[in-house]
């Protein structure tokens, strides 16, 4: 059925560095693309940046440079590094697994990211 698990968050200061880590199981991870989705209060989900099972990394509007992502086939794992943190990056981030072949959809449960000034 596939899983997803996302983990890294927690209190963090403005300006540091935090990495977040998806760590997939149960899919063909070559064939998954994975995105990294925020939701901060009160807000819809919104994409940050995506990565294909070929490394093909797609970001957000505005969004490349503050955010970073990528993967580790050998550890099933997508990374989203968010540099120079600032308050408005407060959110719960969510993973979500789209294998191409079976068609399967997968999200995570969330880890949250609280940046204090």
């Known amino acids: 059925q596939g899983q997803v698990v996302e983990s890294g968050g927690g209190l963090v200061q403005a300006g540091g560095t935090l990495r977040l880590s998806c760590v997939t199981s149960g899919l063909a991870f070559p064939l998954t693309t994975v995105g990294w989705y925020r939701q901060a209060p009160g807000n819809q989900h919104e994409l940050v940046a995506s990565?294909?099972?070929?490394?093909?990394?797609n970001y957000a509007d505005s969004m490349e440079g503050h955010y970073t992502i990528s993967r580790d086939n050998a550890k099933n794992t997508v990374y989203l590094q968010i540099n120079n943190l600032k308050p408005e990056d407060t959110a719960v981030y969510f993973c979500?697994?789209?294998?191409?072949?079976?068609?399967?959809?997968?999200w995570g449960q969330g880890t949250q990211v609280t940046v204090s000034s």
């Open positions: 979500k697994a789209e294998q191409l072949f079976p068609v399967r959809t997968v």
């Open positions: 990565m294909s099972g070929g490394g093909r990394a």
